[in-house]
């Protein structure tokens, strides 16, 4: 009977006092904790923090990102804007507090005055805003050892300067520079987070870029006013060359190719000829201005300027061609004209026969004799001219020699005599130089950015 008296009575008690039995909510005794290491007099957030063991040395701050999104990279302003969380993490052994035996594991603010922070800002920055949709993205964890943790969502544009001389076959290096404003080295040291310090999201999406690779360095500075310590973190950028063979190289290709069918049109056709050219030339002259107005003027020569300059040297070329053939076509007219107008004459075969005539006389000149003088020079003019037989001979074999010696054919010049006038022998020249020389220069533009490229690479 008494046992069943005493379980009753417990029953009753635990349904009566049911905080008795329940294990206590630590989380309600942050305020108390953070009363006790924030209050009035208690913690100073103007003081920096000791340096490492307690020291006097300068306070080690280690510091991680994560980039969340590149949204924007610009040639022309050079700048590119990133959306990144960055953290911050150094240790106060003033905030230290009692963990109730693992029952507390941090403390959390969403209030940065609070406590002290390191005076860190962007140094090649243009612009930057937080994000406080729907509350402001930022907490400050407090461990209880006393090491805290500062982490922030923010947007930054930065300044990115580039060298387009291989545009766009060309690589970029995008800084972002973080270091001190006011404290010295002395005073403030910052480190990047041993292990693993910048993270990048997985499905990284970027415009006409690829994000090759990325390396963390130091970059710490000195002024008048001392040392400062300084991060940075280089993002390689690789441009995407598909986008703009699509967009300008196989175009600007089309156009001088389309330039050459005025080889293939007649003479004749002025209209079509002229027509051709001019427009071909305005649209790749166009075609140029449109690139250059997405790049910012530099001073030096880009490699998409080599392309369309030469580009829009061939299609000026094919339209000059076209006044060429032009002026030989009237100048063959006019030659033809002359000859239909003035036919050689008989008077003029005649004249031709007779001074063909007296070129042959002077062979019997030998035998006319001098009056009045007697002496050597008439007797030898007297006399006859006697081949020798070994000189007959020699006449013979080099007569011999001529005939059965073969003759070297010009094969340029009898392909070339296929076509009567100087007009459709110009086209047909062209039609063969204007694709040589156009290969000629692909082979050499493409071997040599190709080549610059792996040799940066390495």
């Known amino acids: 009977m008494w046992p069943g008296v005493l379980k009753l009575l417990v029953l009753l008690t635990v349904l009566l006092h049911p905080s008795?039995?329940?294990?206590?909510?630590?989380?309600?005794?942050?305020?108390?904790?953070?009363?006790?290491?924030?209050?009035?007099?208690?913690?100073?957030?103007?003081?920096?923090?000791?340096?490492?063991?307690?020291?006097?040395?300068?306070?080690?701050?280690?510091?991680?990102?994560?980039?969340?999104?590149?949204?924007?990279?610009?040639?022309?302003?050079?700048?590119?804007?990133?959306?990144?969380?960055?953290?911050?993490?150094w240790l106060d052994e003033r905030l230290r507090f009692n963990d109730f035996g693992g029952r507390l594991k941090y403390l959390t603010l969403t209030d940065a005055s609070r406590v002290w922070m390191p005076d860190l800002f962007f140094s090649n920055e243009k612009e930057g805003h937080f994000h406080n949709i729907i509350m402001p993205n930022v907490y400050i964890r407090i461990f209880p050892n006393g090491s805290v943790l500062y982490s922030i969502r923010i947007s930054l544009t930065l300044s990115c300067p580039m060298n387009l001389k291989l545009y766009p076959l060309d690589r970029q290096v995008c800084s972002l520079r973080m270091a001190s404003y006011g404290w010295t080295t002395d005073d403030l040291v910052f480190l990047w987070k041993e292990g693993d310090p910048v993270q990048v999201v997985k499905n990284l999406h970027l415009p006409r870029f690829t994000l090759e690779k990325f390396l963390t360095d130091y970059c710490n500075s000195k002024t008048n006013t001392g040392e400062y310590s300084c991060l940075k973190v280089d993002l390689l950028f690789k441009r995407e060359f598909s986008y703009y063979l699509i967009q300008i190289y196989i175009p600007c290709c089309m156009l001088v190719i389309v330039s050459w069918v005025s080889f293939w049109l007649d003479q004749s056709a002025v209209p079509a000829r002229v027509s051709l050219g001019v427009t071909t030339l305005l649209t790749m002259a166009t075609q140029t201005s449109g690139i250059n107005a997405s790049l910012p003027p530099v001073s030096y020569t880009k490699a998409i300027d080599i392309w369309t300059g030469v580009c829009l040297t061939f299609v000026f070329g094919a339209l000059l061609e076209f006044a060429l053939v032009n002026y030989a076509s009237r100048s063959d007219m006019h030659s033809d004209n002359i000859e239909k107008k003035y036919p050689p004459s008989e008077t003029e075969q005649?004249?031709?026969?007779?001074?063909?005539?007296?070129?042959?006389?002077?062979?019997?000149?030998?035998?006319?004799?001098?009056?009045?003088?007697?002496?050597?020079?008439?007797?030898?003019?007297?006399?006859?001219?006697?081949?020798q037989p070994e000189d007959t001979m020699s006449v013979d074999r080099m007569q011999h020699c001529e005939l059965h010696m073969p003759r070297k054919k010009n094969c340029c010049r009898s392909w070339l005599s296929k076509f009567p006038t100087r007009s459709k022998r110009i086209d047909v020249i062209s039609r063969i130089f204007f694709p040589i020389v156009f290969a000629l220069f692909n082979l050499a533009y493409w071997s040599t950015y190709l080549f610059r490229e792996e040799e940066e690479d390495e």
């Open 20 to 89: 008795r039995c329940t294990q206590p909510n630590f989380r309600e005794k942050e305020k108390q904790v953070l009363d006790n290491i924030l209050g009035p007099g208690r913690y100073d957030a103007r003081i920096r923090p000791s340096g490492e063991n307690a020291t006097d040395g300068p306070a080690v701050v280690r510091v991680n990102i994560f980039v969340r999104s590149i949204s924007k990279i610009d040639d022309v302003t050079m700048e590119y804007s990133v959306q990144l969380t960055f953290r911050e993490q």
């Open 350 to 387: 005649s004249t031709s026969m007779d001074l063909s005539s007296d070129q042959v006389e002077p062979d019997n000149s030998s035998n006319f004799v001098m009056t009045g003088y007697d002496g050597p020079l008439q007797h030898s003019l007297q006399k006859p001219l006697v081949r």
